[in-house]
């Protein structure tokens, strides 16, 4: 029986509870948004003691699903004023799922706001607060650093820390949680989230899992039998066999660049013209020149492995190999081509616990204004560490795109419900662009296989410039993405899954042989259209409407080079992603 | 080289690292017939695994491999493996599709065709 651990920052207690019945299909994301939306008042002020923090671990997490350890961490976000469901690969989630824990919810706030606080859970489950108030302002690498120094000789755990970002309460504040190797280098990042992790004094979580073996699944004969295909359909596909173990996300550099998709310069173009020299092919490149890690899993079990380490000219560990997302808005975003530049300010987002994606479009809209050069990585880092030092653009930087566009007059600022776009040009690839502007999706009424077929049909007919199916695709999509983050999957399992029916198959048998529920390919479809509910309604009661659902406006305006293309899906065409939501808000008795 | 023929070849991916493993660019110019050829033909002169090429962008479109590339265009050739939904929305899905049809309907058209495209590095 899973559980949830209840902390209460106000006076620290900590009680478990058995996972509620209603819950008992959730994880992951449908858990931390269901208690979001359950708990949490939405006009509440995030930052303030009626929101919660929630972190879960997938369903499947714990077990020996392949790619099965993602986590999800939920609160009421800051930067947008939504709800807000931040996921990150790393051991935590595993060690959760081990303990047996559903999902740790921390509410209320310290009286006293200079308190830190680490909670730690050892292996057979005893939960502990202590102040850490030492601690305060360090750095993830440090804090990291300083957990090992206190943990028994032979432990096996994994860390969930915040920053001084976080502490600082930033809007841009992600948290870092560590991977196989004990680097805090796998980040919650979107939403401001470690500002509400700041906000409660909670610097740090250890969780020990050392000499616990995986859950009991109830029809383990099946079980193993479902992870043994799936497994196969995960090395067998091209996206996840070869293109993501040998280059990891940032082959989508050189692509999306070709394709006139990659923002370039404050999204000012398609193309860099240093794709090339910051490309997934580059960065294998370098790294096996200098001795570097070009294939690692971010926690046990992951199959794909796409992670690498970057590593300096000595050959030293830097931060992790960065991510298509970070490569991008620190490289074509900021003009920047050097991928030791876009390592070095990843290093530093890292450690101060800030969010690659916002940091590097706030560095955009920063040199938008001239205050910088467009290409100067070292005025970059310079910018970046105004936040906590002198000169500019100094705090306001901390809080994200929107602010610093705005407190430097900025014209063009790429931000949809205050939060920053990430690396696709909306105007090349239009569908990214309906996915951007309505965030939560929905589902039509189809189902199961009916959906992954849609998916692939619509898939096999759009063109990326064109509006025509887009909002179908990204709705079709989004549904399973929320199931998968809910099962605690990999969104890089998808492709396998829709391409190979028995890896979609594998899924729910998997799902059904540990829990002994009845899973099948429809109800794992109404996970995530449950998921995307709660989140959609929260939304509506925190007060978002459909001019929420809108990307700004110089995307409808202004033409991108090279194709010189606008976004064209029609607001009337956005505002039918949610039209599934009364019905299944009334199915799930939320009418 | 008549400049005026010249087409722009970029690899990436598996196919970047296979041109680099033997010491060959990942870019090259390559000189094309007045009236143009098709995307494979060039591919089959670089002595690229066409196996492996889920799609090619011509002039920053994804289309199947087989398509028509005329004098002056920029090519890139991409494997399988694109991750993320990129794949889908770019078009390199829809391509994918489009080759395994065209392989399956006609699995030798092409190879006997003579190709008169030369390369320059
Ligand atoms: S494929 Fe990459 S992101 Fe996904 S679980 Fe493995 S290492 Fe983590």
């Known amino acids: 029986m899973r559980y949830i651990l209840r902390v209460n920052m106000s006076d620290l207690a900590i009680t478990k509870e058995d996972l509620p019945a209603k819950w008992e299909r959730y994880g992951g994301r449908a858990l931390t948004s269901a208690v979001v939306f359950e708990e949490v008042p939405p006009t509440s002020d995030p930052l303030g003691a009626e929101n919660v923090l929630v972190i879960a671990p997938g369903l499947l997490s714990g077990t020996n699903t392949p790619n099965g350890g993602r986590l999800s961490i939920g609160a009421k976000s800051p930067l947008t004023g939504g709800i807000k469901e931040s996921n990150a690969g790393g051991q935590a989630a595993n060690g959760l799922g081990r303990l047996g824990i559903a999902a740790i919810i921390f509410s209320g706030k310290p009286a006293d706001e200079s308190a830190r606080y680490m909670l730690t859970i050892e292996a057979d489950g005893a939960a502990s607060m202590s102040r850490v108030d030492e601690w305060a302002g360090e750095g993830n690498y440090e804090t990291a650093d300083a957990i090992k120094a206190l943990r028994p000789e032979g432990d096996r755990c994994s860390t969930i820390t915040n920053g001084p970002a976080g502490e600082a309460g930033f809007k841009a504040a992600g948290i870092a949680v560590s991977d196989m190797k004990g680097y805090p280098n796998r980040f919650a990042g979107r939403g401001g989230l470690g500002a509400v992790m700041g906000s409660k004094g909670l610097k740090a979580i250890v969780i020990s899992d050392k000499d616990l073996s995986t859950p009991e699944h109830a029809d383990k004969e099946a079980f193993s039998a479902a992870i043994k295909t799936f497994s196969a359909a995960l090395k067998e596909h091209p996206v996840s066999g070869q293109g993501l173990p040998t280059y990891g996300t940032n082959v989508l550099t050189n692509i999306l660049s070709e394709a006139g998709g990659l923002p370039t310069r404050n999204f000012s173009n398609g193309s860099f013209e240093g794709a090339e020299a910051t490309s997934g092919e580059r960065q294998r490149e370098i790294t096996l020149e200098r001795g570097g890690n070009v294939q690692h899993g971010c926690h046990t079990g992951c199959v794909i492995q796409c992670s690498r380490y970057w590593v300096d000219k000595d050959g030293k560990y830097k931060t992790k190999g960065p991510e298509y997302e970070t490569v991008w808005s620190f490289g074509a975003n900021c003009g920047i081509n050097d991928l030791d530049a876009i390592a070095e300010l990843d290093r530093t987002c890292g450690d101060f616990g800030l969010d690659t994606i916002e940091m590097g479009a706030t560095m955009g809209v920063y040199m938008d204004s001239g205050e910088i050069a467009f290409g100067d990585g070292a005025a970059a880092l310079a910018a970046l560490k105004s936040v906590f030092g002198e000169g500019k653009p100094g705090r306001v930087m901390g809080d994200g795109t929107e602010a610093t566009g705005k407190a430097f007059n900025v014209e063009h600022i790429p931000v949809v419900k205050h939060q920053a776009l990430p690396a696709y040009d909306p105007r090349s690839v239009q569908g990214m662009g309906v996915t951007y502007a309505t965030t939560t999706m929905g589902a039509d009424h189809t189902a199961g296989y009916t959906v992954t077929a849609n998916i692939l049909k619509v898939g096999g007919d759009i063109d990326p410039l064109k509006p025509e199916g887009q909002v179908e695709l990204s709705r079709n999509l989004q549904i399973a993405t929320a199931m998968l983050d809910a099962l605690g999957l990999c969104i890089f399992v998808a492709f396998p899954v829709l391409d190979i029916p028995e890896a979609f198959t594998a899924i729910h048998e998997m799902a059904q042989a540990h829990t002994g529920d009845t899973w099948d390919v429809d109800a794992l479809m109404q996970l995530g259209k449950e998921t995307l509910v709660y989140e959609r309604l929260f939304n509506e009661r925190a007060g978002m409407g459909p001019e929420d659902d809108r990307l700004p406006a110089f995307f409808k305006n202004v033409e991108l080079p090279p194709h010189n293309v606008t976004f064209q899906v029609s607001d009337a065409d956005l505002d039918t992603v949610f039209d599934f939501v009364p019905e299944v808000a009334a199915g799930m008795g939320l009418a | ?121």
């Open chain 2, 1 to 121: 080289m008549d400049s005026e023929r010249t087409v722009i070849v970029r690899m990436f991916g598996l196919l970047h690292s296979a041109r680099k493993a033997a010491g060959l660019p990942s870019t090259v110019s390559v000189e094309v017939p007045e009236a143009g050829t098709n995307a494979r033909l060039i591919a089959l002169d670089l002595e690229l695994d066409t196996d492996i090429i889920e799609g090619v962008f011509v002039n920053g479109i994804v289309f199947d491999v087989d398509h028509a590339v005329m004098p002056g265009d920029r090519i890139a050739f991409v494997p399988h493996g694109t991750p993320g939904p990129h794949r889908l929305y770019l078009g390199l899905y829809r391509a994918g599709q489009a080759n395994a049809e065209s392989e399956d309907s006609d699995e030798t058209a092409v190879t006997e065709t003579e190709s008169d495209t030369s390369i320059q590095d």
